[in-house]
């Protein structure tokens, strides 16, 4: 079953705007992880964030976790019409057993950049 | 090299077809895993392997059958499928199933690209 919830559903903005997306999940987590999507492609890694991190940067990409709230955001600095994807996040879980290396991801958040 | 090779690209078969997907990596990764994704819908786990043994099978129907010949191969094997089977069908690889501190990135994804399967 999926656990991540991501909001907003969609997301239209123009070129040099800022796009923040969310996430939320329902269990423990070992990490969490951000992911786009082209249309029809395969997934792109793009960052991870620890259980144990609140912060991470990578570019123009910010990722926050707050596990208390069980949740998650993206944001996206200066986007570009480059940057219209799907975004999902995926938890990995903190149990131990067969669930390693099993992510669980959310519903996904299309965004559109117009030049 | 990071890349995952999915043959073939598009799939048309019938209901009483045979057909198999082809998944292949050489970035020496250890675990690999087949999801399905319908169309605005999120991937949908479907079989984990872990050093070429079946670590997880989310209850998949057994009219798909996964094989791991070698630890650089994936293969997802369709017999009899349903017109709801359809779906972009997608393979990724990780370094390895571990959920230590020191090792959290092994669970890392590497997609491929999918094959696009219709099925009539």
């Known amino acids: 079953s999926q656990q991540g919830e991501e909001d907003p559903q969609a997301l239209s903005i123009q070129e040099g705007e800022n796009a923040t997306m969310n996430c939320s999940y329902k269990?423990?987590?070992?990490?969490l992880q951000w992911y786009r999507q082209n249309s029809g492609r395969g997934l792109v890694h793009l960052i991870l964030?620890?259980?144990?991190?609140r912060e991470k940067h990578s570019g123009r990409l910010r990722v926050t976790l707050d596990t208390s709230k069980k949740s998650s955001s993206l944001l996206i600095t200066a986007s570009r019409a480059a940057d219209t994807a799907s975004y999902f996040c995926?938890?990995?879980?903190?149990?131990?057993?067969?669930?390693?290396?099993?992510?669980?991801f959310g519903q996904g958040t299309i965004l559109t950049v117009h030049p | 090299d990071t890349e995952v090779t999915q043959t073939p690209k598009h799939l048309v078969m019938g209901m009483t077809n045979k057909k198999s997907l082809k998944c292949e990596q050489h970035?020496?990764?250890?675990?690999m895993y087949w999801y399905k994704q319908k169309a605005k819908k999120p991937p949908e786990l479907m079989f984990v392997?872990?050093?070429?043994?079946?670590?997880i099978n989310e209850s998949v129907p057994s009219r798909f059958s996964p094989e791991c010949p070698n630890s650089s191969l994936l293969n997802l094997h369709l017999h009899a499928l349903q017109p709801e089977d359809s779906a972009l069908y997608l393979c990724?690889?990780?370094?390895?199933?571990?959920?230590?501190?020191?090792?959290?990135?092994?669970?890392?994804?590497?997609f491929g690209a999918g094959t696009r399967l219709s099925v009539l």
């Open positions: 990724a690889s990780s370094q390895g199933l571990t959920s230590g501190r020191l090792t959290v990135a092994k669970n890392i994804q590497y």
């Open positions: 269990t423990s987590i070992n990490n």
């Open positions: 964030i620890r259980s144990n991190e």
């Open positions: 995926a938890t990995a879980p903190n149990a131990g057993g067969t669930s390693y290396g099993k992510l669980t």
């Open positions: 970035m020496g990764h250890r675990a």
């Open positions: 392997y872990s050093y070429e043994k079946l670590s």
